[in-house]
């Protein structure tokens, strides 16, 4: 495990608990916000996003934004894409595979699909959240190559929070800084000097499954 910089954390609650303690100490900065909203991206961002939403008394809800990688290396992602807003590409990476966006199409239908049908799933009927002039927080359990937070965090903007605000408890130098360009805040508990995969930062990185995330939904 390369975690040389700091302790690997346990597993994701106790990531999101140091989390938790940053993002409520950056709220006091915004002592007239209201209630604020926590989008955790599933599945692994919902444990990061229930210990944020319970530290700051947020409300709970989620933002599904689907990766899409590679053909021959689908985990390293080259773009991203919601339920309803436009693929998001990573354009010099494009370049330096020698793909177009026309190349990607299927991939980019065949994961906007799957938003859709996670959407359904979790929210089970309920109505999403109201966003607009909002504290909103997007959480997730770590940004590697930022590209599946950017295309959630457009969809956010594009509703109007008050303030918008990415949270990770470990991310990758160079996508924290390009996150900026998107969140008003962007907040990580570690950056590490050199970053590998994401779960290389946690001893307990196992999967949830989708009953996980509805079972934690339905609870908030």
């Known amino acids: 495990m390369q975690a040389d910089e700091f302790e690997a954390f346990r597993d994701r609650r106790d990531a999101g608990r140091a989390l938790a303690r940053q993002v409520a100490a950056r709220l006091e900065e915004f002592p007239d916000a209201g209630r604020p909203l926590v989008l955790a991206l599933p599945r692994g961002g919902l444990p990061i996003g229930q210990e944020i939403a319970a530290r ?12 899409i ?8 992602g080259i773009g991203a894409v919601t339920a309803d807003g436009p693929p998001l590409f990573n354009e010099a990476v494009l370049r330096q595979v020698g ?5 990607l199409a299927t991939a980019v239908e065949r994961e906007r699909e799957e938003a859709r049908r996670r959407l359904r799933r979790y929210r ?12 909103v927080i997007v959480a997730d359990d770590g940004l590697a190559t930022g590209v599946t937070a950017m295309a959630a965090l457009r969809e956010v903007r594009a509703k109007a929070p008050r303030h918008l ?21 962007v907040l990580c508990v570690h950056v590490p000097e050199r970053f590998s995969a ?11 499954s989708d009953h996980e995330v509805e079972a934690a939904l339905a609870q908030a």
Not at 99 to 103: F, G, K, N, R, S
């Open 56 to 67: 700051i008394d947020g409300e709970l809800d989620i933002a599904v934004a689907r990766k």
């Open 69 to 76: 990688g590679l053909p021959e290396q689908p985990e390293f």
């Open 99 to 103: 793909l177009t966006e026309a190349d």
């Open 124 to 135: 089970d009927g309920r109505a999403a959240a109201t966003i607009s002039e909002r504290m």
């Open 165 to 185: 605000m990415f949270a990770a408890p470990v991310c990758a130098k160079e996508a924290a800084r390009m996150l900026l360009r998107e969140a008003d805040t």
């Open 198 to 208: 994401v779960g290389a930062w946690y001893h307990d990185f196992a999967q949830l």
